[in-house]
């Protein structure tokens, strides 16, 4: 599984990085730190990883089986 960040639909909302500090941080910004990127999301973070895409108001988190 992957997951990835929008970076033109990620204003900062910061949802992502408190409800899954496992994956995402923020930046000096507030914005998320990994936004722009796609990642592999690793075995036993699944559960997180569908918390942060269901939390950012933004949808800009998105994940794939590829
Ligand atoms: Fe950005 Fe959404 Fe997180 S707007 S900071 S990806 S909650």
Redesign the pocket.
């Known amino acids: 599984m992957k997951i990835t960040?929008?970076a033109e639909?990620?204003?900062?909302?910061?949802?992502?990085?408190?409800?899954s500090p496992d994956l995402?941080s923020?930046d000096d910004e507030?914005?998320?730190a990994?936004?722009g990127g796609t990642r592999d999301v690793p075995s036993g973070h699944e559960g997180s990883a569908q918390l942060?895409v269901d939390?950012?108001?933004?949808?800009?988190?998105s994940m794939s089986d590829r």
């Open positions: 960040v929008d639909a990620c204003t900062g909302h910061g949802r992502c990085y408190v409800v995402f923020s507030g914005f998320c990994e936004r942060a939390s950012c108001p933004e949808g800009a988190i």
